[in-house]
C-alpha cells in the first residue's frame, strides 16, 4: 500500500490558490503595518534572518506608537516562521505577516503562509498598508488564447478566445461593391473595381488582425479562421497575414453563416471538433446536457441547488457535479453556549460573524461560537470524490457559466439515475 498522499484535482488546486489570493488581497492595515516576505528557492534561511533582525531594529525608529509597536511584532512573528524553516521549500514560501484594521480605530493579527505552485524568482521584502501579490497573482494561470476571425467581402469580426469566454474586439463592414447587371466594355472594368476593393478590404483585415494578435503571438494557441463561402480560403492561401499570424492558423478553415459577433461563437461551436481539449467546448457540452435534463422535469437527470445537490451525493447518484468557480461561501459549524444546540449555515464570507452576533435558533440567547469552517466548494470536491462522482468547475465568464451561476444559484448536477422515488438518506446533519 503506497504512503503517498492523494493527488489533488488541478481545479481545486488553481480554485484554492485564486480563493487564497482573495482573502489575502482582501487585508488592510491602518498604516503600514503589513509585512510581506517571499524567500526563493536556494535561499539561505540564514541571510534572511539576518536581514530581519536588522529590520527590526530600524523599525524602532517608527516615531507613531502605534504603528511601530504593530510593525515590531509582525517582523518578530515573521523571524519565529522562517526558524522554522531549515531551506525554502522547491518553489520557495510567502510570508504574509501585520496588524488588520477592523474598525474603530482597532487591529487584528493576521498571519499566511503560502507556498506558491510556481518557483519564486526574487527575494523580496516589503512593509506597507496592504500585502504585495503581484509575484504571485502573475502565477494563477491566464487561461487558453485563440485568436478567432470571420468574414467574407461584406463584413469581418475579429476578437479573442479566452479560456471560455468569446470576446468581439473589432467589427468592419466593408466597401465592396456588390454584383451588377452591366454588360459589355463596362462589365470588366466594373469587376476589376470590385476585385480592387476587396483585395484593399483583406488587406485591411490583415492590417488588423497583425495589430490585434501580433503582441500576443507568444501566448495564443492558434487562430481559428471561418465565414461563408470561399472568401475565407482566398484570405489564407493568399497570404494576407503576417507570416508569424498564417502559421498559427488551424486547419480546416470552418464554415459559417455570420460574421458578426454571434459569427464568432459559432465559429467556437464549429471548431469542437477540430480542437477535443478546448475547455469551452466542454463545458457547453456539459452545460446543455444539464439543461436538456433539467426540462425533463420529473424524469431528469438533473437537481441543482444546496439542497438537492446535497441529497443527490448522499445518495451516491451524482454523476458530474457542476460547481461555478465564482462561488465564494463557508459551510460553517455553531453552536450555543447556553442549550448546546449546533446547527449549520452556508455563509458568504462576510455573514459568518452576523451570525455569531445573532440569537440561537433554538433558546434565542446571543451565545453562539463556531465550530468547524469548510470551504463550500473544497466541500462538495471532496464529497463528490467519495463518491465517485466527478466534480467540473465551470467559469462564470461564459454564457453556460453566467446562467449556472445566476439561474442555478452556482452548483448542479447531472445524475447516473433519477431520484425523485428514492427514499432521504438514514443519516444527515440538518441545515
Not at 257 to 267: A, F, M, N, V, W
Not at 275 to 290: A, D, N, P, S, V
Not at 322 to 341: A, D, K, N, P, Y
Request: glycine share 8%; hydrophobic share 35%; charged share 25%.
Amino acid at each position: 500500500m503506497s504512503d503517498e498522499p492523494p493527488a489533488i484535482d488541478p481545479q481545486l488546486a488553481r480554485y484554492s490558490f485564486q480563493r487564497k489570493m482573495d482573502e489575502i488581497g482582501k487585508v488592510r492595515g491602518r498604516a503600514t503595518e503589513l509585512v510581506t516576505l517571499y524567500v526563493p528557492p536556494g535561499k539561505q534561511i540564514s541571510d534572511v534572518m539576518s536581514y530581519l533582525r536588522n529590520e527590526y531594529a530600524q523599525s524602532s525608529n517608527i516615531k507613531s506608537r502605534t504603528t511601530r509597536k504593530n510593525v515590531m511584532w509582525a517582523i518578530e512573528s515573521l523571524m519565529g516562521r522562517v526558524r522554522q524553516f531549515k531551506e525554502p521549500p522547491e518553489h520557495g514560501v510567502a510570508f504574509f505577516v501585520g496588524s488588520k484594521a477592523v474598525g474603530a480605530d482597532k487591529s487584528e493579527p493576521v498571519t499566511f503562509i503560502v507556498e506558491p505552485p510556481e518557483p519564486l524568482r526574487t527575494y523580496l521584502y516589503r512593509c506597507d498598508s496592504n500585502f504585495f501579490l503581484e509575484p504571485l497573482l502573475s502565477m494563477v494561470h491566464e487561461p487558453d488564447l485563440w485568436g478567432l476571425i470571420v468574414m467574407d467581402r461584406a463584413e469581418v469580426t475579429i476578437g479573442f478566445l479566452r479560456g471560455k469566454r468569446v470576446e468581439a474586439l473589432r467589427n468592419r463592414q466593408s466597401q465592396v461593391p456588390s454584383k451588377h447587371g452591366r454588360g459589355g466594355q463596362s462589365q470588366h472594368r466594373f469587376e476589376r473595381m470590385i476585385e480592387h476593393a476587396a483585395h484593399d478590404f483583406f488587406v485591411r483585415i490583415g492590417e488588423m488582425s497583425n495589430e490585434i494578435f501580433l503582441p500576443k503571438k507568444e501566448q495564443l494557441k492558434g487562430i481559428l479562421l471561418g465565414g461563408p463561402g470561399a472568401t475565407k480560403e482566398y484570405f489564407y492561401k493568399e497570404n494576407y497575414l503576417h507570416y508569424e499570424l498564417q502559421q498559427k492558423v488551424v486547419q480546416p478553415l470552418f464554415d459559417v453563416g455570420y460574421t458578426d459577433e454571434y459569427g464568432l461563437k459559432e465559429l467556437v461551436e464549429r471548431a469542437t471538433q477540430t480542437l477535443h481539449g478546448l475547455e469551452l467546448t466542454e463545458e457547453k457540452r456539459l452545460i446543455q446536457r444539464f439543461l436538456g435534463e433539467v426540462r425533463k422535469a420529473e424524469s431528469g437527470l438533473a437537481v441543482y441547488g444546496e439542497a438537492d445537490v446535497n441529497r443527490a451525493l448522499d445518495l451516491g447518484a451524482v454523476d458530474t457535479l457542476l460547481i461555478s468557480e465564482g462561488l465564494r461561501r463557508q459551510r460553517v459549524t455553531f453552536r450555543c453556549t447556553s442549550c448546546g444546540h449546533e446547527f449549520q449555515r452556508t455563509l458568504q464570507d462576510e455573514e459568518v460573524d452576523r451570525v455569531l452576533d445573532g440569537p440561537c435558533p433554538s433558546c434565542g440567547q446571543r451565545s453562539l461560537t463556531e465550530v468547524s469552517n469548510e470551504d463550500f466548494v473544497e466541500g462538495l470536491f471532496r464529497r463528490a470524490s467519495a463518491s465517485g462522482a466527478v466534480a467540473r468547475l465551470v467559469s462564470s465568464e461564459s454564457e453556460e457559466g453566467e446562467m449556472l451561476s445566476k439561474g442555478f444559484g452556482g452548483i448542479g448536477a447531472i445524475l447516473r439515475y433519477p431520484i425523485a422515488s428514492a427514499p432521504a438518506p438514514r443519516s444527515r446533519a440538518t441545515a
